[in-house]
């Protein structure tokens, strides 16, 4: 990881000012003001390199106006790494004033702001006893969740009922034919522990033996975005150190945001770390979201189709199915010209019926759209499985929104400080998830579904949010 | 800016529409040119009017108080044409951005200038109706802007450039005045055509607040090919007798050798990387001709000796062969650091004669200069592959562009096919015009705007 603002001359020239970027910036969009775009960013970042300009308030605001979200860097004709430069200007004001970027940001805008304040303690609230955590080398107290908190500050007790604290560390499968680590994330532990269940459930569910590290902390992205890299990297080390200690291939996550911090950043956070570069590295390469561990199972796919099939023969299928949305879909080359007979083939398999391997799939009969995660879509660059997935399921009526991979305004702590922008953003996703008429609006998230679940209650409108796991375990008829 | 000023400009358009921080302002010292104003000329103030009342307003005022306005839209001009110049308003059109008709019976959209032109595309082929002109900045340019650019694009070789399309305008003047050019009608004769002298005017004369432009019938469908040459001479007789055959092409793309290796190299899209010329043909219309177009073209491009041809025969085969092109710009973007994409025009018979030119300024220079080009148009994108942090390339690149506006114009040429003059070219102007002729064009912009507050320096210099 560069450490100084000024080593990123290299990618800010590479900067044309074609300002391509307005067309995909969610900010930009809102406030069609130059400097809140990605040019306009990415030149007043020059400016603090050229010694043009200085680290003023007004370049703080400006640089915390950005939602991380990349679809400037998607789109952009040179590839500049706008969110990473961006990055590195929050840290370098970080390394030069100290951590008063979030101080500031919070009594200026937080504080002065009914709305926003209210936001922030129901977050805070939320979150309150997930901040700070031994490290596992007991080197300290690491952050659980500094979004937007002075990690310093803050000490309180762990929620009773965590997620974390309601499995054992090893979710054993009979027969385990796969063995995985999950990392939860801090959403996942403390809000929705219900994703969590989830994730925990299908997996068992398809004979996959789940390690849940009592011992593993925050990702560390809130604070790597907001500028402080030296916390960030702890918290990578200490991560690194609890998932390379267990013997297994793939680390889950359901996260779009912690499975990027895992999978890429932390290698660039330490690559000038002896000891941690290449672990972070062995680390990244173990990273999988949970969806694309799903459909790469063997005969995953196979398995709904065919039992959906079942079902279609026996005249068991109930109204509203999707028949068409289903013949039409491709072919896995497995179930091509031999669907039924596997079908009933592998239901009258006693093995598999033990392991589990062939749950039967309940009819799910909603109509569902997808938001595609910022950092899931354009980072762990994961699209279609979700979609795989949820058409997969018997009774979904699967609608595409308009423009499903536009940010949804949260950006993690960006939704904290300027709640007001946040929530236009948002508006328009709230928009486009209406115009489909979908009840259900499945996400890869928990930032995400926090932040749409807000938009929608605002907006009165009546669409349930969960993660894709949810869907599924819904269909798997687990817990219900 | 004196904050009385400010005061007033902020009565005229609201709180939310006024920028005067420092960082707002800084940011408004650049556009898409390699230029870029000093830290002493940042801007007093970046307004955003919603109307043409508050615009003639603004102009008014600016007027009495001799404050130099710069219109601006999406600030993609290459030209310099949108920067700052010290104590001065940026008056940015893009809140403006309503269509305000699409009328069927007539082929005419009436559109705020602040619309993208992409959007408008859109919306209009929703209709089944078309509006040619496709800058590649189309995504984000605004319909404004490319009026005061008259901007072109790929088709222009078959569909023209916006010029083609302005069939009138209502301009505030710099006195606050609001005039009407052009009209509804195809035909109009009624005084002086005033439309086409706003359109291409870069924001000298008056700030363009409404458009009518002309559409056209969405062709029904459309077929690519691509021709790859060994000499480029070969290539461009090509597109001499497609053209001489009565064979007009919506889009001929000529890329040249180092185009051709870095696409190569980037995308993979199996192009031989010592040919010298690759021509991407688009051809449009009605579904049967296509076929024997396509037929006709493939002949020429044999005779004129094309080592390879591709015809796509699927939706999909010609995204592919798109793709080569759409790549063009970020594999070269991957040599350098620094693009400056230069947009010289020669006569198309004297394209090989220029190519010739540029490789040759480029030897002399010792830099890289990469040609894409509009070839139907003689439209050539010369690509300029350097490093701005570089002080002594970057003196030995100004002297070579210098160089290339010089061979243009000798050529019968012109500095610019479409990226327009702006601060970057005007003390290039006179090559062409002449004395004489600037000085016509300096008495027209005296009448129009005495005190010269509307994007001063621009065309005419300091
Ligand atoms: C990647 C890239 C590709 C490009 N490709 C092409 C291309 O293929 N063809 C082409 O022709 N150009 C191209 N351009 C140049 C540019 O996009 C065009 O000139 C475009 O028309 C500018 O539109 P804009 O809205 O950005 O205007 P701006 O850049 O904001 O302004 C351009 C000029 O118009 C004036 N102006 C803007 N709005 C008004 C108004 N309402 N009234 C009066 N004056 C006004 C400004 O003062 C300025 O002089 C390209 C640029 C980039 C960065
Ligand atoms: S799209 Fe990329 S190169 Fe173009 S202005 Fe934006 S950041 Fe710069
Ligand atoms: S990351 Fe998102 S919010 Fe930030 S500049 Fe890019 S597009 Fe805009």
Request: hydrophobic share 40%.
């Amino acid at each position: 990881m560069k450490q100084t603002l000024a080593s990123w001359e290299k990618e800010v020239i590479r900067c044309i000012r074609c300002g391509a970027c307005q067309s995909v910036c969610p900010v930009f969009k809102e406030l069609q003001a130059e400097a809140s775009v990605a040019r306009g960013r990415v030149m007043l970042i020059r400016a603090v390199i050229n010694k043009d300009s200085d680290l003023t308030d007004g370049f703080r605001e400006k640089m915390s106006l950005c939602l991380m979200c990349k679809a400037c860097v998607a789109n952009c004709p040179s590839g500049v790494k706008v969110d990473k430069v961006v990055e590195a200007a929050r840290a370098e004001i970080v390394r030069k004033q100290g951590l008063p970027f979030l101080k500031r940001l919070i009594f200026r805008f937080v504080l002065k702001n009914r709305w926003v304040f209210n936001f922030a303690m129901r977050m805070g609230s939320a979150f309150q006893g997930l901040v700070f955590r031994k490290g596992p080398h007991g080197q300290g107290m690491l952050p659980r969740m500094p979004l937007g908190l002075d990690r310093r500050r803050l000490l309180a007790p762990l929620a009773p009922q965590s997620f974390r604290s309601q499995y054992p560390e090893v979710v054993k499968v009979e027969d385990a034919k796969k063995r995985v680590a999950f990392f939860t994330g801090c959403m996942i532990n403390y809000i929705y522990t219900d994703t969590g269940r989830a994730v925990v459930n299908v997996l068992k569910r398809n004979g996959i033996e789940v390690v849940i590290p009592a011992l593993q902390n925050c990702c560390g992205a809130p604070v790597r975005i907001n500028g402080d890299y030296e916390s960030a990297r702890d918290m990578a080390r200490a991560n690194i150190n609890v998932f390379l200690r267990e013997q297994v291939d793939t680390v889950v996550v359901a996260c779009g945001t912690c499975g990027l911090t895992l999978k890429e950043e932390y290698a660039e956070l330490l690559a000038d770390d002896p000891v941690y570069a290449e672990k972070a590295k062995k680390l990244g390469a173990k990273v999988q979201d949970i969806t694309e561990v799903l459909v790469s199972l063997d005969g995953f796919r196979d398995k709904i189709q065919d039992e959906f099939q079942d079902k279609l023969l026996d005249g068991t299928q109930g109204k509203g199915l999707p028949f068409n949305t289903e013949l039409s879909r491709p072919k896995s080359p497995a179930s091509i010209g031999g669907g039924r007979q596997r079908a009933v083939k592998s239901s009258m398999d006693s093995t598999n019926i033990q392991r589990g391997l062939n749950p039967p799939l309940n009819e799910v009969s909603f109509k569902v759209t997808y938001h595609d995660p910022c950092h899931l879509v354009r980072g762990l660059k994961v699209k279609e499985q979700p979609r795989q997935i949820i058409r997969s399921i018997p009774g979904v009526e699967f609608v595409e929104m308009a423009k499903p991979d536009t940010c949804c305004g949260s950006g993690g702590s960006f939704s904290l400080y300027h709640y007001n922008i946040s929530a236009k953003i948002n508006d328009h996703k709230i928009e486009d998830i209406k115009q489909t008429g979908a009840e259900v609006l499945v996400t890869g998230c928990s930032a995400c579904r926090m932040h749409i679940a807000d938009g929608l209650s605002r907006q009165h409108a009546g669409v349930k949010v969960m993660h894709t796991v949810q869907l599924l375990e819904m269909a798997y008829e687990v817990d219900r | 800016m004196k904050q009385e000023i400010i005061q007033r400009l902020t009565e005229i358009v609201g709180q939310d529409n006024v920028y005067t921080s420092l960082e707002d302002l800084y940011c408004y010292s650049y556009d898409a040119s390699f230029v870029k104003s000093n830290k002493k000329d940042l801007a007093g103030i970046a307004v955003y009017p919603g109307n043409a009342e508050e615009t003639a307003k603004i102009l008014k005022l600016a007027n009495e108080e001799k404050i130099p306005v710069i219109p601006r839209g999406a600030g993609t001009n290459v030209s310099g044409g949108t920067i700052s110049v010290g104590d001065s308003i940026i008056l940015v059109l893009k809140r403006m951005n309503k269509i305000l008709e699409l009328d069927r019976k007539n082929l005419i959209a009436v559109v705020e200038p602040g619309v993208v032109t992409g959007y408008l595309q859109s919306e209009v082929e929703r209709l089944g109706l078309f509006y040619p002109p496709d800058p590649a900045s189309l995504a984000v340019s605004t319909i404004g802007g490319n009026v005061a650019e008259c901007a072109g694009g790929p088709r222009g070789v078959k569909y023209g450039v916006t010029r083609d399309y302005v069939l009138g305008l209502e301009v505030v003047l710099a006195s606050g005045e609001v005039i009407n050019t052009g009209g509804k009608t195809i035909k109009n004769v009624t005084g002086y055509d005033m439309t086409k002298l706003f359109t291409g005017s870069e924001g000298t004369l008056g700030v363009i607040t409404k458009i009518i432009l002309k559409l056209i019938p969405k062709p029904e469908a459309k077929n690519t090919m691509l021709a790859v040459f060994s000499e480029l001479e070969q290539a461009s007789e090509a597109v001499s007798e497609i053209i001489a055959k009565g064979v007009v092409p919506a889009t001929l793309e000529l890329l040249d050798n180092i185009y051709i290796r870095n696409i190569e190299e980037y995308a993979k899209v199996g192009l031989p990387t010592d040919a010298e010329a690759v021509l991407l043909i688009e051809v449009d219309g009605d579904r049967q001709i296509l076929a024997k177009q396509i037929d006709k073209i493939e002949e020429i491009c044999k005779q004129s000796g094309a080592i390879q041809i591709r015809i796509a025969q699927t939706p999909a085969e010609a995204e592919e062969l798109w793709r080569a092109r759409r790549s063009a710009f970020p594999a070269v973007s991957r040599v350098r650091p620094t693009i400056i994409g230069e947009d010289v025009t020669v006569p198309r018979s004297n394209i090989p004669a220029m190519v010739k030119q540029i490789r040759a300024i480029a030897a002399k220079y010792k830099v890289i200069i990469a040609v894409l080009g509009h070839a139907g148009d003689g439209n050539l994108h010369a690509t300029i592959l350097t490093d701005e942090t570089d002080r002594e390339e970057w003196s030995r690149v100004e002297k070579a562009i210098d160089e290339l506006f010089i061979a243009a114009v000798k050529l019968d040429g012109t500095l610019s096919g479409e990226h327009g003059i702006g601060r970057v070219k005007s003390k290039f102007i006179t090559l062409q015009t002449g004395e004489a002729g600037l000085e016509i064009q300096r008495r027209i912009k005296q009448v129009l705007d005495p005190n010269n507050i509307l994007n001063p320096g621009v065309m005419f210099g300091k």
